[in-house]
């Protein structure tokens, strides 16, 4: 076989994706599997663990009783990362695998090295939990939406997963960032295939955006002595504000803190984003990452905050080619999940830039989307 | 048996800090509290609370108020005047209020201990902070005038302590100022309520728009750095009004090298600004920043920043300050105000700074009130100073030739193309009046045929400004005492109108054209003598940076309204309209504070 395939599955909201590369050894071509994410939401139409066991056994048969060369974890979200354990957990037998990346901050001892990070990440599990008891009072647990985002961004149960996949290598597991290096034999086991990490920084305290608190309601709250009701009325209303904000300033951090790598394969360029949004994006600009490509797994399921915007678009995907090779995007999604994902206008501004737009949700759940990447002479 | 009812308390003694505190321990000032005394008719309750502004020490967190700080029914340290019961906190526990009469004690560096939440101090401080501020503009010497906020009503209310975050802003639809504090990676709480920059800064917010209301929805990075800049300008000339900082023990002398370098006074939020990792402060007042491009490296701003280049501004009515400060001895109308006695100790040093102080905000502030509204630049409002300026002080041609170097010298072009209007209008004082003003002016005033335009018109007074103050103890009332120099005689009208402009769009995906608020100023007398005509010039310079500002702040935003995972509308504060190609922009001071991330 002389191409390079991405698989993507259809495993409703989350990512789920196997890139099969060959790869000569002397006279030989062997296949290498790099497996990113396996996971999906837990609440609403986009959830749903019953298509793990179909994806798991498809890249087995795939795999052909070889080992997934590199498993890499984007971030710690559950649509990204829930899929390997849940699938364990109902009895399906996971492929072997070497190698394994995960995020920077999803290592054991990272907050202790990173005290700024640590602080904001503690502001942001108090935020976590501020919203979530908001969400309670204001009776919003029932909408889909706002139960997706809680259980996605949960922090215990994303632990667990994140837990499970440190352990899951059997040669080393590395925690990635920008500098990292990948090194054939010691971090991972490609020989032709070069990868290059794009993001995210190391320190991730940069990620955490700045959202004032949104108050709670409390009965009673009446204007004191002395101040004026309108404007204390004008205060309260305004302090009540901002939830929807706050819940994604805290899924952004995380977002952020994908792990965004390039694979450079005869000639081909294919970019995989993880969910990184405008912030991780800007980063990689200033750090002069951002170079043309083939192929991007299109970032954040085609939220409107995940692909950047026109100036930053144009240094990956330029309106004038750099050579004539096809290009093309995947947009991993499921409507309805969220409100306004996929962005129609997102969508509109990669098909001007690309030739074919690949979407999971066109296939069936369990079932997956095939790009091939020819060799080119 | 009928009650009485209790007596209004009409005046307040108010403990300010003057310091952030971790800063405080590395000077060597007499005291970081400075007591400051307001009045007001309608009296002062528990909150603090007044006519003007509440303390509603709301916790976000929580969603509960904290008890309010109570006026204490016993302490009266002078004749008329109350205090309230908050005791600071010191190492060696609650102190009581170090100011009874003939003493202004305060408290020293290193006595402050730690603060609680709910420590009525912090609300009394910040309460004196934010009328200090507020007494500073409305001073004779400056504008002279009770200044309106520009929300309904007439209470702005005070969030001391709203939550955990590193910000504080001025936010006009919750007609409130809110700070928040939050800790550093050493475990230290900063409190931004507690820095006296931060708060007059705010506060200052507060009065701009009160003033000139168009800036909040100015769309050009220097419309929104004119509101940074005297923002930065107020705090810092605040600061200096602190004599427990100017002063030394033993030091009778205030020199003017003191503000000829990067200082206490002319560094902005030192303590949030180290917490923000801006380094020694947030900005400094002091600095020889250019909106030439091609100026020195280190001189040169960001352009599309309005923090960034707010530091123009600033330095510039800085610079001015300066000189203000060192030739006030040739100033013969300040100088034979003040004895013999005075002149000769050091009470002429605080008597200087404020006769610098009061001259130069009152030339910020009177050209904001003459600034034609919607986007302006720094040469517009440096026309405008100039013009308030001509009439306010006719013979002191120096400050104004001073002023129109310095801003040349700073790459602000200031040119003076005549306008070409008429000499004498009626005075538009009715609907029909108004109308009948803007058929026969249209033309002249440039404003595009079908362009709504919304006209004001208010009377104002031109007068002789103090040139010093009468003592240089502060006691001010929140009403303004201005009948020594304004008359019959000293009235005029201010007529504002203002008009959207276009201009192309050259932001991708937001349309071919862009409108932008524009307007004129005519300053009128009683008898209809033309005496200013001021239009805001749109340069090309402005079209540029609007541009780059925009891109920055349109961002990952969509025009159709953005629904959040609560299936309410995101807040985005800038409000960006797209009605038939043509982008309109709201909301961008708004954005630039509150949503936060985007500078």
Known sequence: ?377 | MKRRSPKIVKGVLIPVLIQDPAVAVETEARSITHPVVVKDSKGFSAGPACRRVAIVDLDFHTGKLRAPAELDPKARPYPNIGMYRAPIPTKKGAASMPWTRNSERGIDVGQLGFMTLDDPFMKVSVFGTVLRTLGLVQNPAVLGREIPWAFPGEQLLVVPRAGDLDNAFYHRDSRSLQFYYGATSSGQTVYSGLSQDIVAHETAHAIIDGIAPNLYDASSPESLAIHEGLADLTAGLLSMRNRELTHKPGDRRMDLKIFQQSSRFSRIAEEFGRWRGHGTSLRDICNTKTMDPKGRQDRRVDSSSPHSASEVLSGLLFQVFRSLFARMPDDPAAWRKMSKQEASNFEAMRYRVAYASDRTLGLAYRGLDWLPPGDASFADLTLAMLAADQEFFPRDARTRKQLREEATSRGISVSDSTSRFVSQVEVPLSPAAEQKFLAQHREALEIPSGADVRMTVRLTHIYEPPPIPRTTSESFDLTPDMKRWVSAKTENYLIKLAWEQHETNDLEGWGTARSYRTGSTIVVAPDGRVRTVLHNRNAALSTRSRSRFLRRVLSGQRVTPMIGPDGTPLERGLRAELREGTLSITGAMQALHVAADIE
């Open chain 1, 1 to 377: 076989m002389t191409a390079l395939t991405v698989v993507a599955y259809n495993v409703l909201f989350g990512d789920a994706i196997l890139v099969c590369i060959p790869e000569r050894e002397g006279r030989k071509t062997v296949m290498r599997h790099v497996l990113v994410d396996v996971g999906n939401v837990l609440a609403g139409p986009g959830s749903g663990s019953g298509v793990f066991r179909s994806v798991i056994e498809d890249i087995e048969r795939r795999l052909d009783k070889q080992p997934i060369d590199l498993y890499v974890m984007t971030h710690e979200h559950m649509d990204h990362v829930q899929g390997l354990l849940r699938a364990r957990t109902d009895g399906v037998r996971l492929p072997p695998i070497d190698y394994a990346w995960l995020t920077a901050s999803a290592g054991k001892d990272y907050y202790e090295r990173f005290p700024e990070a640590a602080r904001k990440r503690s502001l942001h599990l108090a935020a976590y939990n501020r919203v979530k008891r908001i969400a309670l009072q204001r009776n919003l647990l029932g909408a889909a939406a706002v139960s997706s985002f809680l259980k996605n961004n949960d922090p215990r149960k994303t632990d667990d997963c994140v837990s499970f996949l440190r352990s899951l290598a059997r040669r080393k597991t590395s925690y990635v960032h920008r500098k990292f290096k990948p090194v054939a034999g010691t971090n991972f086991s490609f020989r032709e295939a070069k990868f290059s990490v794009w993001a995210p920084e190391h320190d991730t305290s940069s990620y955490y955006g700045r959202r004032r608190p949104v108050m709670r309601k409390s009965r009673g709250l009446k204007a004191p002595a002395g101040v004026d009701p309108a404007a204390f009325e004008a205060l309260v209303e305004f302090s009540h504000t901002g939830l929807g904000d706050e819940m994604l300033a805290i899924d952004r951090a995380a977002n952020n803190t994908s792990v965004v790598f390039l694979i450079e394969w005869r000639g081909w360029r294919l970019l995989f984003t993880g969910d990184a949004e405008l912030k991780s994006w800007k980063t990689m600009e200033q750090k002069k990452q951002l170079q043309p490509v083939h192929f991007i797994k299109v970032g954040h399921h085609a939220s409107h905050n995940g692909t950047p915007d026109e100036d930053l678009l144009e240094q990956i995907l330029p309106r004038k080619r750099p050579d004539s090779r096809p290009r093309s995007a995947l947009v991993s999604t499921c409507k309805d999940t969220y409100n306004g994902v996929p962005d129609e206008g997102t969508l509109s501004r990669l098909e001007r830039r690309v030739d074919t737009l690949y979407r999971t949700h066109d296939v069936p759940p369990g079932k997956p989307v095939e790009i091939s990447f020819e060799e080119m002479k």
